[in-house]
């Protein structure tokens, strides 16, 4: 915040850099694609020496030279909880490494302002009942005191930290409307203004890209090193245009539009580049509807997915109750900076893209993956049935920050539910209905326009305010689900979310699909997926009639007549459950946190002291795991419920844990369940493996858990590898993902390709990424008495260093490839060196020469 006596950026010619960018960097901002101009600017307005670094990104831009590393300073953090918890464990950690040498705790604090949002943790327990939300929120609070409190602890010891308590919303959706910052002061004169920044320990961050604001994904060790008001080094990427054409059809929602650019844009590679979008169709697009879009920025696979600044930007804000002069700023700021719309301009953008969206219809997305984009009409032969097979939809869950934040899309699934309700349709008793707005303004719109009686008459209850299904809070299926699936049927989810890996909505649940809320309305009364939703009916009303899609679907009138009627700026949604028992919940007040030996949800990480693992090359290190293409964090570090007969199930049991272990979110901060847990996936398909799940063969034992090989290897002091196919890491920024990947000691993933956020992870961890060719990624002669040496990592001293990669097989067959190292900045060679951020970090705040 700008001290209170100090002077605030007026609009005036010169007010922002744009100037200096312009000098610099030799180019005009609105000949830099607005993502350039937003990293120059950071530049300008972070670095003590911006001269080098602005001439060498504008001549990257200009002429195709490499600039080296960009530094970015973004100037704020959002966290969730489940992704916080383990971030601020590491930073509480920190503080007791600096006092065991003789520094004051408070010598480890957040330089930058850090917003953490409590969303990930309540669970869908009670449904479908008008009590349903109070009771989920007393369940959370109950399961949840012990962590809450640190939270409480955390802001109280660290000075830029806000919590956002439980039972708000999303943490991307109330940044959107509430915290995010716009046209802000430049720290070094407060007169001038330049855009806010932020980096996310959750990938959708983007979701912010649609103000105009610059931000994405980060893991939560980067954001650590932010924290600590060290600047995140970024390898330049290329800055790709997406030209959005067309018309938009009647009846498309914002999920429609969202899944269909996810699936060109997957097509198109777009993999850790700086996505922008333009073109005619924005006039069609609302904010939320960009919001969406960019909210998907992570499963096309960019680094941000960045819209221009126009009058919608600044119609939302407004109705976000931002100030007169907040806008003003704002609108001034963007038309100087270049980052103001324009359709017909010219920059110099590395490629473009179009999509034009008038072949866009409604749809749904899976049973997969969000890129798996199909027409309505085609998911059932999507399905691929088997003779007799069928497809019963378990799950039905409005849901996530992608969809929720978008009022026109709620809107329409409450008017469907009121033309279902007024033909005496009902939702067939296996369906679990659930209705979890992302923030509490989206709610009170519901509630004012009446609608959200009539989807609490087809069992839409508001179960709680958070990500709910969507990050796998299901909860447990009905009962009569439960029959049907001992029957032999495949049970469904349909969501409006954002992801559905495999085992990620539910265990039981295999075949999960994305929506728009209004046909995760239409799927529930229709209770099957089997027929086809766009021409067979619906349902039977009570006179034996046949219900259709267009006999409920509601034109774009009506929804926009609805929602001029109820002003979604207006009131709030009553009260907030849990806020006493949020402010009675005790906490520690200190500066450093009183571990409790015995907690199972609290533990100190052991990273800051352990030591570093030199980087040398391997001779006959052993493939732990060989894997195929498109391996998600998900796989990698589960996000959802714990086997009780797992090594992270028993471990829980034997350390006095009643009752189900929970989720392994719960978890975060227990460094050794989150090791147990790491590929502890049902649906893990690894080829040294008999059959799915988190099991791996071993020359002697045979198959055995993975924790037992890791062991086993670990005990012999062999080092270990894993061996993938492309999009190796896709989904959430887990970091743990990494973690646990190093605690189970493995030294490399020799991969096909990475995404971009788990690649940095594991160099983070200290864990070498190394991209391979297809023919020792996929080796048919792979088995558990197989070696990987690997020469060249001891002597790296440059990006992209090439390795010599070497399988030998048990019959004396070899193979010698050459591999990539994925180091890809000179800071990133600094961290896998000095075996990862960890000693750094503590090394640089624990100095004390």
Same mark, same amino acid.
């Not at 938009?248 to 996505?275: C, H, K, N, Y």
């Given at each position: 915040?700008?001290?209170?006596?100090?002077?605030?950026?007026?609009?005036?010619?010169?007010?922002?850099?744009?100037?200096?960018?312009?000098?610099?960097?030799?180019?005009?901002?609105?000949?830099?694609?607005?993502?350039?101009?937003?990293?120059?600017?950071?530049?300008?307005?972070?670095?003590?020496?911006?001269?080098?670094?602005?001439?060498?990104?504008?001549?990257?831009?200009?002429?195709?030279?490499?600039?080296?590393?960009?530094?970015?300073?973004?100037?704020?953090?959002?966290?969730?909880?489940?992704?916080?918890?383990?971030?601020?464990?590491?930073?509480?950690?920190?503080?007791?490494?600096?006092?065991?040498?003789?520094?004051?705790?408070?010598?480890?604090?957040?330089?930058?302002?850090? &917003?953490?949002?409590?969303?990930?943790?309540?669970?869908?327990?009670?449904?479908? $009942?008008?009590?349903?939300?109070?009771?989920?929120?007393?369940?959370?609070?109950?399961?949840?005191?012990?962590?809450?409190?640190?939270?409480?602890?955390?802001?109280?010891?660290?000075?830029?930290?806000?919590?956002?308590?439980?039972?708000?919303?999303?943490?991307?959706?109330?940044?959107?409307?509430?915290?995010?910052?716009?046209?802000?002061?430049?720290?070094?004169?407060?007169?001038?203004?330049?855009?806010?920044?932020?980096?996310?320990?959750?990938?959708?961050?983007?979701?912010?890209?649609?103000?105009?604001?610059?931000?994405?994904?980060?893991?939560?060790?980067?954001?650590?090193?932010?924290?600590?008001?060290?600047?995140?080094?970024?390898?330049?990427?290329?800055?790709?245009?997406?030209?959005?054409?067309?018309?938009?059809?009647?009846?498309?929602?914002?999920?429609?539009?969202?899944?269909?650019?996810?699936?060109?844009?997957?097509?198109?590679?777009?993999?850790?580049?700086?996505?922008?979008?333009?073109?005619?169709?924005?006039?069609?697009?609302?904010?939320?509807?960009?919001?969406?879009?960019?909210?998907?920025?992570?499963?096309?696979?960019?680094?941000?997915?960045?819209?221009?600044?126009?009058?919608? $930007?600044?119609?939302?804000?407004?109705?976000?109750?931002?100030?007169?002069?907040?806008?003003?700023?704002?609108?001034?700021?963007?038309?100087?900076?270049?980052?103001?719309?324009?359709?017909?301009?010219?920059?110099?953008?590395?490629?473009?893209?179009?999509?034009?969206?008038?072949?866009?219809?409604?749809?749904?997305?899976?049973?997969?993956?969000?890129?798996?984009?199909?027409?309505?009409?085609?998911?059932?032969?999507?399905?691929?049935?088997?003779?007799?097979?069928?497809?019963?939809?378990?799950?039905?869950?409005?849901?996530?920050?992608?969809? $929720?934040?978008?009022?026109?899309?709620?809107?329409?699934?409450?008017?469907?539910?009121?033309?279902?309700?007024?033909?005496?349709?009902?939702?067939?008793?296996?369906?679990?209905?659930?209705?979890?707005?992302?923030?509490?303004?989206?709610?009170?719109?519901?509630?004012?326009?009446?609608?959200?009686?009539?989807?609490?008459?087809?069992?839409?209850?508001?179960?709680?305010?958070?990500?709910?299904?969507?990050?796998?809070?299901?909860?447990?299926?009905?009962?009569?689900?439960?029959?049907?699936?001992?029957?032999?049927?495949?049970?469904?989810?349909?969501?409006?979310?954002?992801?559905?890996?495999?085992?990620?909505?539910?265990?039981?649940?295999?075949?999960?699909?994305?929506?728009?809320?209004?046909?995760?309305?239409?799927?529930?009364?229709?209770?099957?997926?089997?027929?086809?939703?766009?021409?067979?009916?619906?349902?039977?009303?009570?006179?034996?009639?046949?219900?259709?899609?267009?006999?409920?679907?509601?034109?774009?009138?009506?929804?926009?007549?609805?929602?001029?009627?109820?002003?979604?700026?207006?009131?709030?949604?009553?009260?907030?459950?849990?806020?006493?028992?949020?402010?009675?919940?005790?906490?520690?007040?200190?500066?450093?946190?009183?571990?409790?030996? &015995?907690?199972?949800?609290?533990?100190?990480?052991?990273?800051?002291?352990?030591?570093?693992?030199?980087?040398?090359?391997?001779?006959?290190?052993?493939?732990?795991?060989?894997?195929?293409?498109?391996?998600?964090?998900?796989?990698?570090?589960?996000?959802?419920?714990?086997?009780?007969?797992?090594?992270?199930?028993?471990?829980?049991?034997?350390?006095?844990?009643?009752?189900?272990?929970?989720?392994?979110?719960?978890?975060?901060?227990?460094?050794?369940?989150?090791?147990?847990?790491?590929?502890?996936?049902?649906?893990?398909?690894?080829?040294?493996?008999?059959?799915?799940?988190?099991?791996?063969?071993?020359?002697?034992?045979?198959?055995?858990?993975?924790?037992?090989?890791?062991?086993?290897?670990?005990?012999?002091?062999?080092? $270990?590898?894993?061996?993938?196919?492309?999009?190796?890491?896709?989904?959430?920024?887990?970091?743990?993902?990494?973690?646990?990947?190093?605690?189970?000691?493995?030294?490399?993933?020799?991969?096909?390709?990475?995404?971009?956020?788990?690649?940095?992870?594991?160099?983070?961890?200290?864990?070498?990424?190394?991209?391979?060719?297809?023919?020792?990624?996929?080796?048919?002669?792979?088995?558990?008495?197989?070696?990987?040496?690997?020469?060249?990592?001891?002597?790296?001293?440059?990006?992209?260093?090439?390795?010599?990669?070497?399988?030998?097989?048990?019959?004396?067959?070899?193979?010698?490839?050459?591999?990539?190292?994925?180091?890809?900045?000179?800071?990133?060679?600094?961290?896998?060196?000095?075996?990862?951020?960890?000693?750094?970090?503590?090394?640089?705040?624990?100095?004390?020469?």
């Amino acid at each position: 915040m700008t001290p209170v006596n100090s002077p605030s950026p007026a609009p005036g010619k010169g007010f922002s850099l744009a100037s200096e960018v312009a000098q610099l960097s030799g180019l005009e901002p609105n000949r830099m694609p607005r993502a350039a101009y937003l990293l120059a600017e950071n530049i300008a307005a972070f670095s003590s020496e911006p001269e080098d670094a602005l001439g060498a990104l504008g001549a990257w831009l200009a002429e195709g030279t490499n600039p080296g590393e960009l530094p970015f300073h973004p100037t704020r953090i959002l966290m969730q909880d489940t992704a916080g918890v383990a971030a601020l464990a590491d930073l509480a950690a920190l503080r007791d490494a600096a006092r065991r040498r003789g520094l004051p705790a408070e010598s480890v604090d957040s330089a930058i302002p850090i &917003d953490l949002v409590i969303d990930h943790s309540v669970h869908v327990e009670r449904s479908g $009942t008008s009590d349903a939300m109070a009771y989920n929120m007393a369940a959370e609070m109950a399961r949840n005191a012990e962590r809450y409190g640190f939270f409480k602890w955390a802001e109280d010891a660290f000075s830029n930290l806000t919590v956002v308590p439980p039972g708000q919303g999303i943490c991307h959706q109330i940044n959107l409307e509430q915290l995010a910052s716009i046209a802000v002061p430049l720290p070094r004169d407060p007169s001038r203004a330049i855009c806010g920044t932020v980096i996310g320990t959750d990938s959708h961050t983007t979701m912010v890209n649609a103000l105009g604001i610059l931000g994405w994904g980060v893991g939560g060790m980067e954001a650590e090193v932010a924290a600590l008001a060290q600047p995140l080094m970024l390898a330049a990427q290329p800055m790709t245009r997406v030209v959005l054409e067309g018309r938009r059809q009647p009846g498309v929602a914002a999920a429609d539009l969202a899944l269909a650019v996810t699936r060109a844009l997957r097509e198109a590679g777009v993999v850790s580049e700086f996505v922008e979008f333009g073109g005619p169709a924005l006039d069609a697009l609302s904010l939320p509807d960009r919001a969406a879009i960019a909210n998907m920025c992570p499963e096309y696979g960019a680094f941000c997915g960045l819209f221009p600044v126009d009058e919608t $930007t600044l119609a939302y804000l407004a109705q976000m109750n931002r100030s007169a002069r907040d806008l003003a700023l704002y609108e001034a700021y963007a038309r100087e900076t270049g980052l103001w719309r324009n359709d017909g301009e010219t920059r110099l953008w590395h490629r473009e893209v179009g999509i034009d969206i008038s072949g866009v219809g409604l749809s749904m997305a899976g049973p997969r993956r969000p890129h798996e984009q199909r027409a309505l009409a085609e998911v059932p032969a999507a399905l691929a049935p088997k003779p007799g097979e069928t497809f019963p939809v378990a799950i039905a869950a409005i849901t996530s920050c992608t969809n $929720t934040a978008n009022p026109e899309s709620m809107i329409a699934a409450g008017l469907i539910a009121r033309a279902a309700r007024a033909r005496g349709l009902r939702v067939p008793d296996h369906v679990k209905t659930s209705l979890a707005p992302g923030s509490r303004r989206i709610a009170a719109l519901l509630e004012a326009s009446g609608l959200q009686a009539d989807l609490d008459a087809l069992g839409f209850h508001i179960v709680g305010f958070g990500c709910t299904t969507c990050v796998g809070n299901s909860g447990e299926l009905l009962p009569q689900a439960e029959r049907l699936r001992a029957a032999g049927a495949t049970l469904c989810s349909v969501l409006s979310g954002n992801r559905n890996f495999e085992g990620r909505i539910h265990p039981q649940i295999e075949s999960n699909w994305l929506t728009s809320p209004a046909l995760v309305v239409v799927a529930a009364l229709a209770g099957s997926l089997e027929r086809d939703l766009s021409t067979g009916p619906i349902g039977r009303a009570p006179d034996g009639t046949n219900v259709f899609l267009k006999d409920i679907w509601p034109d774009d009138t009506q929804v926009a007549a609805m929602l001029r009627e109820a002003d979604i700026a207006s009131g709030t949604f009553g009260g907030t459950p849990g806020a006493t028992d949020w402010e009675e919940l005790a906490f520690p007040s200190a500066p450093l946190f009183p571990w409790d030996t &015995d907690s199972l949800y609290l533990q100190p990480p052991p990273f800051f002291e352990q030591p570093a693992v030199p980087l040398t090359d391997l001779s006959e290190a052993r493939v732990l795991l060989a894997l195929g293409d498109n391996v998600t964090t998900d796989h990698i570090s589960p996000v959802g419920r714990i086997d009780p007969n797992s090594p992270a199930g028993r471990y829980i049991h034997e350390a006095g844990g009643s009752g189900q272990p929970g989720s392994y979110g719960a978890y975060r901060a227990n460094h050794t369940v989150m090791t147990l847990g790491t590929f502890a996936h049902p649906h893990l398909s690894n080829r040294l493996a008999a059959g799915p799940g988190p099991w791996t063969a071993v020359a002697g034992p045979g198959q055995v858990d993975i924790v037992t090989a890791s062991e086993h290897y670990r005990a012999q002091d062999v080092p $270990t590898v894993i061996l993938a196919g492309a999009r190796y890491g896709m989904g959430s920024a887990r970091d743990w993902a990494a973690k646990g990947t190093r605690m189970l000691g493995v030294r490399a993933v020799l991969a096909v390709g990475f995404e971009r956020i788990h690649r940095a992870n594991l160099i983070g961890a200290g864990v070498m990424p190394i991209e391979v060719p297809e023919a020792l990624a996929f080796h048919p002669d792979l088995f558990p008495e197989s070696t990987i040496s690997i020469g060249g990592l001891s002597d790296m001293n440059r990006i992209h260093q090439p390795v010599r990669v070497s399988l030998t097989t048990p019959g004396g067959r070899a193979l010698t490839v050459e591999g990539r190292c994925r180091i890809d900045t000179p800071t990133e060679l600094a961290w896998i060196r000095a075996g990862g951020v960890f000693a750094l970090a503590r090394d640089r705040v624990c100095n004390t020469d």
